[in-house]
Every structure is written in structure tokens, then in C-alpha cells.
């Protein structure tokens, strides 16, 4: 089973690829998507072109792939909560229209599966992510860390329930 990562963002989006094959999880693809555009639409045009292309590219379909994406936080600032409300729903909307399995996970979820305390700071979530997929920590951005952390949850709850 291959195992996609999301983590979004209205700025930069983390995408991840894994794959489970009995308890073996391996790393195939990590990237952040920078949506730097001021206009919301042309960036949400973007982020559909660019998961589009990373489907396409990865030979993606409804087959034995899953979605992981990270559950949205309510922040002070109800704009950017709006908005990263709004990205997710793109987001979901464009592996639902290919019928791809989709399943989301709280941060507090994600830093307890990879390092059993719901509180862990990024650092030591990106230390984990890099020694458990045997990537170095420098060749990750934080966008990037947490996509692949999300997809490790993921492949980590499918073993639990197996």
C-alpha cells in the first residue's frame, strides 16, 4: 500500500509519499508545494495543478493508495483559520474526486504515534521521522518533516489494527 502525506497550508503545503509492504515502511517522496501568490483562487489552481501532476507522476489511482492529511487547528486569527479551512477542502475534494480513501489525523495524534507524547515539538518529531525512513534531518523542510510524519501515522495505525 502506498500511504500519501498531506499537510496544508495556504502558503506551503507538504506532500509525502510512503510505502507499506507488511510492517516495512519505505520513503518515496517528500516535497513542500509554495503557494506564494497573493490572489487565494490562482493559488488553489496551483495547488490543483501540482497535485495533479504529483498523481499522474506517481501513478496514483484508487488502488491501494490511501490519503493521510493533518486535521486543522483553530488558531486566534480566524482569517488564516478560514482560509487553511478552506485549502483542506480543496484538498480533500481533489483525491475524493478520484475516489482515493482519505483519513485525517490530529497534530496531538501524529506526535504521539511517532514519538508517544501528544506534545513533542517539531524537532523531535523531524529527528524521528528521519532516523525511522533513514533521510537526514538538514534535507527536510518543516512542511516536508510533517507531511511524511502524517503519512508514518498513517502506516503506523494500519498496523495496530492488522
Excluded at 500519501?4 to 502558503?11: A, K
Excluded at 483562487?41 to 495547488?47: N, P, S, V
Excluded at 480533500?92 to 474526486?97: E, L, N, R, T, V
Excluded at 480513501?101 to 496531538?108: F, H, I, W
Aim: aromatic residues 8%; hydrophobic residues 40%; charged residues 25%.
Amino acid at each position: 500500500m502506498r500511504i500519501i502525506g498531506l499537510d496544508p497550508g495556504s502558503r506551503f503545503y507538504g506532500v509525502a509519499l510512503l510505502e507499506k509492504k507488511g510492517s516495512k515502511i519505505t520513503y518515496l517522496y517528500s516535497d513542500v508545494i509554495r503557494l506564494k501568490e497573493s490572489d487565494l483562487m490562482i493559488r488553489f489552481q496551483l495547488l490543483w495543478d501540482t497535485l495533479d501532476h504529483f498523481i499522474k507522476a506517481n501513478s496514483i489511482d484508487n488502488n491501494d493508495v490511501f490519503v493521510a492529511m493533518e486535521d486543522g487547528f483553530t488558531g486566534k486569527n480566524v482569517k488564516s483559520a478560514d482560509t487553511l479551512a478552506k485549502v483542506r477542502g480543496f484538498s480533500m475534494a481533489s483525491f475524493i474526486s478520484r475516489k482515493i480513501p482519505m483519513k485525517t489525523y490530529s497534530p496531538r495524534e501524529i506526535k504521539k504515534a511517532l514519538t508517544g507524547n501528544g506534545n513533542a515539538d517539531k524537532i523531535q518529531v523531524a529527528k524521528i521521522i528521519s532516523t525511522l525512513l533513514n533521510i537526514k534531518t538538514d534535507d527536510l523542510k518543516d512542511d516536508e518533516t510533517d507531511a511524511l510524519a502524517i503519512a508514518y501515522c498513517h502506516a503506523m495505525s494500519l498496523t495496530r489494527s492488522a
